[in-house]
């Protein structure tokens, strides 16, 4: 019960992220940098919120924060190999 209350609450922070910083969404930042995770299941969960569509995967998904650009957020097929899977 404790992971799917979890989820369910991650997948809703994920849906309401926002680059205003509020604290919900430096709580998934936080959680992302320190468990090397990205999105709930995977990174492709990013890709059904409205963030993604404006800004891409979250720069708290980042492998390596100096070799992840903007343009390789916003791009799937660049990010799986710079986020955290």
Same mark, same amino acid.
């Given at each position: 019960q404790i992971?799917?209350n979890f989820? $369910?609450n991650l997948n809703?922070?994920?849906k309401?992220y926002?680059?205003t910083? &509020?604290?919900? $969404?430096?709580?998934? &930042?936080?959680?992302?940098r320190?468990?090397?995770?990205?999105?709930?299941?995977d990174? #492709?969960d990013?890709?059904?919120t409205e963030?993604? $569509?404006?800004?891409g995967?979250?720069r #708290?998904?980042?492998?390596?924060q100096?070799d992840? $650009?903007?343009? &390789?957020?916003?791009d799937?097929n660049?990010?799986k190999?710079?986020v955290f899977?």
């Amino acid at each position: 019960q404790i992971k799917t209350n979890f989820e $369910s609450n991650l997948n809703l922070a994920l849906k309401n992220y926002n680059v205003t910083a &509020d604290r919900h $969404s430096e709580a998934v &930042d936080t959680i992302q940098r320190t468990l090397h995770c990205c999105g709930v299941q995977d990174y #492709s969960d990013w890709e059904r919120t409205e963030y993604f $569509s404006q800004r891409g995967i979250p720069r #708290s998904c980042c492998k390596n924060q100096n070799d992840c $650009s903007e343009e &390789d957020l916003k791009d799937p097929n660049k990010a799986k190999l710079k986020v955290f899977v």
